[in-house]
């Protein structure tokens, strides 16, 4: 098994899986130490979830808050390790965090610019993705705009965008939508109906779904382990 990092710093495991998976998560296990020693007590977040991505797969991964979404989320993509279990991919992944990890000082441009150095993409490669990401999601006007002065909202598409720029073959969104307005709600929806048809696989996790029909399958986090909903 090798690994390849991402721009954000996080490694991602590739390996080989059959045909018709795109990502295998197996008994993932992750617990963390709460408390003060000597009362520094082992709290378990995960406790044997598992999970597989197909080709063109629209997936929904829900749970309460704490539930430990982000944190399997993590583990998909190589930011946190696992106590236990195994994480296989086949494929670019895309993640976007559910809190941007961008640089106050840089523009949108200059962004796309170091991401795309980051994927090792050619300039004229990330100058078209930038272009079309910009069209889809309605914020061209601020490309020239450092990132310390953008709105909550545009934070929010700028750091999807940039999940998007390499087209990866599995897209991993932790909470995308947080503070889109409807309108880029459902741009954003639209741009995974075109992934979709493209054989591009997405997971979206959220606290709650709100249009279960544009999913194909949903996954509930309960309890330390999956199921389906």
């Known amino acids: 098994m090798t690994r390849v990092a991402d721009p954000r710093g996080h490694q991602a495991a590739r390996a080989e899986l059959p045909g018709d998976l795109v990502l295998q998560a197996s008994g993932i296990e992750k617990a963390y130490r709460r408390g003060v020693w ?44 696992a106590d236990a279990g195994e994480v296989r991919v086949s494929g670019r992944l895309g993640y976007c965090p559910q809190q941007p990890v961008l640089f106050e000082r840089l523009t949108c441009d200059e962004h796309f610019e170091l991401f795309g150095r980051a994927y090792r993409m050619s300039h004229d490669r990330e100058r078209r993705a930038r272009r079309d990401i910009y069209r889809a ?21 700028l750091n999807l965008a940039l999940a998007l720029l390499a087209d990866p073959d599995v897209l991993l969104l ?20 075109l992934r979709r048809q493209a054989g591009r696989s997405v997971l979206i996790i959220s606290h709650f779904v709100a249009d279960e029909e544009r999913f194909d399958r949903i996954v509930n986090l309960r309890d330390g382990t999956t199921a389906p909903s």
């Open 38 to 81: 000597p009362a520094r007590r082992r709290v378990p977040v995960l406790t044997g979830a598992s999970l597989v991505l197909r080709p063109g797969e629209v997936v929904g991964l829900v749970g309460e808050n704490g539930s430990g979404k982000s944190t399997l989320m993590k583990i998909l993509v190589g930011a946190l390790a």
């Open 137 to 157: 999601l309605g914020f061209e006007r601020y490309a020239g705009t450092r990132t310390d002065q953008l709105s909550g909202g545009t934070l929010a598409k």
């Open 174 to 193: 932790d909470e995308p939508y947080a503070g889109f307005d409807w309108d880029t709600y459902l741009k954003f929806w639209d741009l995974v109906a």
